[in-house]
Antibody, heavy 119, light 106 residues
Framework: VQLVESGGGAVQPGRSLRLSCRVS????????IHWVRQAPGKGLEWVAM????????FYEDSVKGRFIISRDDSKNVIFLQMNSPRTEDTARYYC?????????????WGQGTLVAVSS | AIRMTQSPSSLSASTRDRLTITCRAS??????LAWYQQKPGEAPNLLIY???TLHSGVPSRFIGSGSGTDFTLSIIGLQSEDFATYFC?????????FGRGTKVDI
C-alpha cells in the first residue's frame, strides 16, 4: 500500500490550492482517509477525514469552512481543497490511513507535500 | 477538543538506557491511544495502538501502558536507531489530537 501526495507549493493568502493523495495497492473506496499536517519544526496536527462512502467528513476547527475533503474512488484519489489559506496553514501535509481496519490511527503515511502560504 | 499533554518535551539519553514518556489526556479516551516515532525528514511510523498493542514489526523494547487519561511509552534498552521524536495521539473522538512530541537525543 502506498500513498503519494501532490499539489503543494507556494500560495498567497486568500487564494486556493488543491492537494491530492493517490492511493495504490488497494481500492481506496474501502477506507477512511485522513490529512495530517506538520508546520516546520512543529508537531503533528490532524486536519480532516473522509469516510469510505464519502458521506462523513470531519475537520479540525481552524480549517472548518475553508478546507474541503473529497474523494474520487474511480481514480483512487483523495483531495484536500484549501480555500482562503492563511500563513498559519504553512506545513507539510500528509495523507494517512489504516490498512486493515476502519479506525482512526495510522499505519500508512505518504511522504507529504509542502504548502507555503505567504504574500 | 481533547488536549494531549506530553512530557517531557525533550530528553537526552544514552544507548541501553530505559526511558519513559508520558501522555495525559484532558478527557477519558479509554485505550484509544496510539504512539508514533518520527525521524527528521520522514513521515511518522506507528509503534503502538490501543494504548499497549505493539504494531507489527516494532521491536519488543517499546512498551505502551495506561488507560483513561494517563499513558506511558517506555523504551527498554535504547538503541541508536531510537533517537527520534515521539508523539501520542487519541482517536477516541473527533477532532483527533496529538501530543506536541518528545524529542529523544543523545
Amino acid at each position: 500500500v502506498q500513498l503519494v501526495e501532490s499539489g503543494g507549493g507556494a500560495v498567497q493568502p486568500g487564494r486556493s490550492l488543491r492537494l491530492s493523495c493517490r492511493v495504490s495497492g488497494l481500492n481506496s473506496r474501502d477506507y477512511s482517509i485522513h490529512w495530517v499536517r506538520q508546520a516546520p519544526g512543529k508537531g503533528l496536527e490532524w486536519v480532516a477525514m473522509i469516510s469510505p462512502d464519502g458521506e462523513n467528513k470531519f475537520y479540525e476547527d481552524s480549517v472548518k469552512g475553508r478546507f474541503i475533503i473529497s474523494r474520487d474512488d474511480s481514480k483512487n484519489v483523495i483531495f484536500l481543497q484549501m480555500n482562503s489559506p492563511r500563513t498559519e496553514d504553512t506545513a507539510r501535509y500528509y495523507c494517512a490511513m489504516h490498512e486493515y481496519d476502519d479506525t482512526d490511527y495510522f499505519d500508512v503515511w505518504g511522504q507529504g507535500t509542502l504548502v507555503a502560504v505567504s504574500s | 477538543a481533547i488536549r494531549m499533554t506530553q512530557s517531557p518535551s525533550s530528553l537526552s539519553a544514552s544507548t541501553r538506557d530505559r526511558l519513559t514518556i508520558t501522555c495525559r489526556a484532558s478527557q477519558d479516551v479509554g485505550t484509544d491511544l496510539a504512539w508514533y516515532q518520527q525521524k527528521p525528514g520522514e513521515a511518522p511510523n506507528l509503534l503502538i495502538y490501543d494504548a499497549s498493542t505493539l504494531h507489527s514489526g516494532v521491536p519488543s523494547r517499546f512498551i505502551g501502558s495506561g488507560s483513561g487519561t494517563d499513558f506511558t511509552l517506555s523504551i527498554i534498552g535504547l538503541q541508536s536507531e531510537d533517537f527520534a521524536t515521539y508523539f501520542c495521539q487519541q482517536y477516541k473522538t473527533f477532532p483527533l489530537t496529538f501530543g506536541r512530541g518528545t524529542k529523544v537525543d543523545i
